[in-house]
């Protein structure tokens, strides 16, 4: 069961698929359709013509290859029409190109067309449409030729022209006496309705040759033919041309020639048409009951798809073309007619959009108005409110500034009175620890003095003191003085540089010689065990100092390095820094050295590394009170037990430079 399921499922599948196939090779397939007019090429309605043919194809799925010919018929001369025709289509057999299809439109295209007797008028299937008057005869020995008759309904054409005149009028139409002339005369006679519209010919052209208006009133409505002839037509031309819009004296086509297209040029009133030629591409052709060029496009397509499809034309019967009411917009415009008074059965062309969807256009217009004012006022209103916002902003900014820069003026003033108070509070403290230092060291010396000399004094201890001890005594009295001596002569010289009570006696030296002398005189201080080295530069360098306070400050590092030296060598050197222009004067010893941290505190008043060494602990200070003064400074380079470097570096010349 399953199988035989399984198989009938797959069976369908190819069939279908084969199908598919089918249809898509169809579709794919490019046929070959001529299409051959009646007039000239620059006729307007072609092109569209030819734009509805091609879309009609392809919208059924149909690929096309399409050529057209152009019968470019002036008048109606039979022969040579037929020979045009034969030759056009003898031109496309040389370029090897054979229609699948030939669609022929109007009368005069369709008639020469069939008189060709070309072979390929026999063979290949032909669908004619616009044909007012199919010769019937001339189709019976066709069975490969079918199509649409474009059968004029005079009648309904009268009924638009009544419905468009406001009063009766008369409707007039060219008719020369060739076979398709004598043919739609024949025609208006059959169909005009004679209790309706009054059938006549040259109803007006007395009054046309009379030329003398006024006309007679018209009392009823005239379908009138006005025979062509070849002597009075200029001169009917002359006066259609004079007749103004205000007489209901309206051109009716009924045929396609010269002589309509002229007529219908000079007359000024409203012209109406039976036929679709020029209808909406003149724009002096107002209304009609036609088949249109889109019908007629549709009704040529459908019947070759038929064929395309397999069906014979020999089965498909001659059929009657469909209708509309039509009316043109620029037309309408032209006689001052409101399309609102006509019936709706007109079918509007030419119509612009804006006119066709006014309501819509004007809706859109205005909602488009009211959103762009919208848009417009919202952005505004976000404009002014982020304006409104950025000036808060910046009137909050700027207050704040404002703020600010106050409490940085506060600010700056309250430092400034902090580092005031800092520096009182710093001076009492230096004030009341150099006071405290003082009386420390002052009272150390002051109390070994008087306490050794109470002993030596008090008459009671004095004799149990033997000789040696009393010596001892006296030894550490004299000492004691000494260094009180010392002590006062620092502190006085300290205070008396630092508030500049003494004045400095300013020289130029020649530093080499001043480094030489304070070399020799400290050679007999330094102690023996150690190497005391000069190492100077013999550059003539010229400086500005206080000979004995320059060589205070020298003799001071000296004094230190053989303080802390025990060891090893000292030198007193000098070099000249020619990029900066600087002199130094340094004395580098092998000495304790200086720990890094204690570096800086050497220089402060009383500082000493070791509480017990000897000294004030002011030196220092002193040197750095006169370097400062002699517009230098003082360095120090140390290492811990290896020993140390101070240098005093003040501005220099060169002796040549000069
Ligand atoms: P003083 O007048 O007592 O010598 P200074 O102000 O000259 O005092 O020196 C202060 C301290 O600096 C000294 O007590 C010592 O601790 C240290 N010092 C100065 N020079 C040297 C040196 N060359 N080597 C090691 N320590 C030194």
Known sequence: MNLTATNKSFSLIILVSCLLFYACRQQEKSHKVLVVHSYEATYEGYKDFNKYILKGFKQKGYNIDLKTLYLDCEAYMENAEIEHMRHMLKELE??????????????QAHYSLLNTRHEWIRTIPIVFGGVNYPNW?????????????DKIDFMRNLD?????????????????????????????????????YVLSEEFLMKEIEDRTPPFRPIEKNYMDIWPIRKKNI??????????????????FQVKQDYVSIIGSDLCQNMKFTAINEYFGYRK???????????IQAAEEVEAAIEIFKGKKPSDMPIRTSRKEYVTDWFALRRWNINPDRLSKKYKIINMPFYERYKWETNLLAVLSTLLLLYVISYLYRTRSREKKKKNQALANLKSRNEELAVAITQLSRQKEELIVARELAEKAELKQSFLANMSHEIRTPLNAIVGFANLLNDPETSQDISDEERREMMQIINQNNTLLLKLISDILDLSRIESGYITLEIHEYEITKLVKEIYRTHEVIIHKKLDFELKIEETPVLIQVDKLRFTQVIANFLSNANKFTTKGKITLGYYFNPESREACVYVEDTGIGIEPDQQKMIFSRFYKTNEFAQGTGLGLSICQVIIGRLNGRIEVASEPGKGSRFSAIIPGTIKEER
């Open 137 to 149: 005869e001339l189709l019976k020995q066709f069975d490969n030729v079918t199509g649409f008759q």
């Open 284 to 294: 002096n052709l107002i209304a009609g009951y036609i088949t249109t060029l889109p």
């Open 160 to 196: 638009v022209i009544r419905e468009f005149s406001e009063s009766n009028f008369v409707a007039f139409s060219f008719l020369d006496s060739t076979f398709l002339d004598r043919k739609i005369r024949e025609d208006i006679k059959e169909q005009v309705n004679p209790s309706e």
């Open 234 to 251: 200029e001169y009917i031309f002359w006066n259609l041309s004079q007749y103004k819009t205000n007489l209901p004296y309206y051109f």
């Open 94 to 107: 040389d370029k090897n190109w054979k229609p699948d299809i030939i669609l022929v439109n109007e009368d």
